[in-house]
T-cell receptor, first 114, second 116 residues
């Protein structure tokens, strides 16, 4: 099945700087890659997603890039703010099952220092 | 739109008892719901996929007789932790996918289970 790796596990940046989180996946058949933000004790919130037919997608300060050949994708957050502090999970959809289950990476704890 | 609720939000029980957690899609129909378990400072680990009107599909290593899943309607799935033990203490989160609505999963707020 699908295996998703994520780096770094923790990331500290100064307010206003950019943050980059990188993920790799194992199943070349996967074609849907969501990113979730989870605050402590809360549910994961979808912040952006990308399908394999595009290489980049942007939504205000958040962007995601995808390299299908290399099987890696990245999250870019620009002009970081303290409220961006949370755990971020990348994920990939495992299409080997009939239910299209989503497999999560181990997460990145982002701290934005005011 | 696309709101998922869970009940209860937290539960404390004695070792050996069973606990039922409900997951409801409030404003949409969900043919497929997913149950995850999350230990502190760890990722979401998929336990099982719940399908309306059929048996759930469990991930490798998840005991189906211990974690009973029932998806009796298009808006409700339940997870019952049978004979709970302290090691079952965790954050249980469900998610639902809109029937015919693409890949996006909508997550419930989670249920924190503490087994004494």
């Amino acid at each position: 099945g699908e295996n998703v790796e994520q780096h770094p596990s923790t990331l500290s940046v100064q307010e206003g700087d950019s943050a980059v989180i990188k993920c790799t996946y194992s199943d070349s058949a996967s074609n849907y890659f969501p990113w979730y933000k989870q605050e402590l004790g809360k549910r994961p919130q979808l912040i952006i997603d990308i399908r394999s037919n595009v290489g980049e997608k942007k939504d205000q300060r958040i962007a995601v890039t995808l390299n299908k050949t290399a099987k890696h994708f990245s999250l870019h957050i620009t002009e970081t703010q303290p409220e961006d502090s949370a755990v971020y999970f990348c994920a990939a959809m495992d299409e080997k099952t009939s239910y299209d289950k989503v497999i999560f990476g181990p997460g990145t704890s982002l701290s934005v220092i005011p | 739109g696309a709101v998922v609720s869970q009940h209860p939000s937290r539960v404390i029980c004695k070792s050996g008892t069973s606990v039922k957690i409900e997951c409801r899609s409030l404003d949409f129909q969900a043919t497929t719901m997913f149950w995850y378990r999350q230990f502190p400072k760890q990722s979401l680990m998929l336990m099982a996929t719940s399908n309306e009107g059929s048996k759930a599909t469990y991930e490798q290593g998840v005991e189906k007789d211990k974690f009973l899943i029932n998806h009796a309607s298009l808006t409700l799935s339940t997870l019952t932790v049978t004979s709970a033990h302290p090691e079952d203490s965790s954050f249980y989160i469900c998610s639902a996918r809109v029937a015919g609505g693409g890949e996006t999963q909508y997550f419930g707020p989670g249920t924190r289970l503490l087994v004494l």
